[in-house]
């Protein structure tokens, strides 16, 4: 394949999509901003790897540049696009709903919008579990009612699927949309639970723990998440919707259990009550990503928490 155009190339899931593009041979143009959200340093240690790699582009810019996007397209001309940048997190954009929407819808269109003018063979999109809402049927499916988005952040990943469809019965631009369900492992984002409860009682300090501890999520490890990034933009055609998660959710309680097993430590609880946006569980149902992509997820959370525990020890 030709050359990829990875947004959000520097980020936890992007800097190993980059790695594996980069192990295939594909060539890769990164863009990443390197936003404050956190620190853009442990960002560039994400790409540092892939900085001394042959066939890797790293550009510095935002994807809301529509000027910088065009430039891009003319200069490299990849002929796939794995969109992953985005604002994240669902209580910051209780906090900031516009500028949410600014960088999620607004960034999302320029890059469409871009794609379609310099007529890329392949779109990926980076959806999310948070689209379904407190949906009450289980497993969650791609062919679920996901109408009630319950934070602004899942608002602007609905808002983005339906751009997609937008270019693809406009301009048949093959567009493949990935609901990414609680995607964790080496380099995760250090505001996520995961990360943030292994550093906390690593030190020693007491966790935030919103609720009772039964809200549960469908954790996915970064491998398994790789994986099936990799198969979507293989078979990519048409416009499709594929959930990517592990289909074994797993309580707040058994998380943070897990967690001291793999740490060796206990942890200190702060109970606090339930924030608003935050759902009450995901759970995904994997079987068209199983049946069309060959996806198999492989990594229980007991093995991924060890994998990620002897990670961040190492850093």
């Not at 947004?7 to 143009?29: D, K, N, Q, Y």
């Not at 934070?151 to 609905?158: L, Q």
Request: hydrophobic share 40%; with cysteine.
């Amino acid at each position: 394949m030709d050359g990829v155009l990875v947004t959000g190339g520097a980020g936890f899931i992007g800097s190993h999509v980059c790695e594996a593009l980069l192990a295939r041979g594909t060539p890769v143009i990164a863009l990443d901003n390197f936003d404050e959200f956190y620190e853009p340093s442990v960002k560039r240690r994400n790409v540092a790897a892939c900085l001394a790699r042959l066939g890797f582009v790293l550009i510095e810019g935002d994807i809301r540049d529509a000027e910088l996007i065009d430039r891009l397209h003319n200069d490299h001309r990849p002929a796939a696009v794995i969109h992953l940048a985005a604002r994240a997190g669902v209580r910051p954009s209780i906090e900031k709903p516009l500028l949410y929407q600014d960088v999620n819808v607004r960034g999302t269109a320029v890059l469409l919008e871009a794609a379609r003018k310099h007529a890329v063979k392949r779109f990926l999109f980076a959806g999310s579990s948070s689209v379904y809402g407190n949906n009450e049927k289980v497993p969650f499916s791609e062919a679920d009612n996901v109408d009630h988005p319950i934070s602004p952040y899942a608002a602007t990943k609905k808002a983005g699927e339906l751009l997609c469809h937008t270019y693809y019965h406009l301009y048949q631009l093959p567009i493949t949309c990935l609901r990414f369900f609680t995607v964790y492992g080496p380099r995760q984002r250090p505001d996520l639970a995961i990360h943030k409860f292994a550093r906390l009682i690593e030190a020693g300090r007491p966790i935030p723990v919103f609720g009772d501890g039964s809200t549960s999520r469908d954790y996915t490890y970064i491998d398994d998440i790789v994986d099936g990034v990799l198969r979507a933009l293989d078979r990519c055609a048409g416009y499709r919707i594929y959930n990517l998660g592990e289909s074994r959710p797993i309580s707040l309680s058994d998380l943070i259990a897990a967690l001291e097993t793999a740490l060796g430590k206990k942890a200190i609880i702060d109970r606090q009550p339930m924030q608003p946006g935050d759902v009450l569980r995901t759970f995904a149902d994997v079987s068209r990503a199983c049946a069309e992509l060959g996806y198999e997820p492989r990594t229980p959370i007991e093995v991924g928490l060890e994998r990620f525990v002897a990670w961040l020890r190492s850093t």
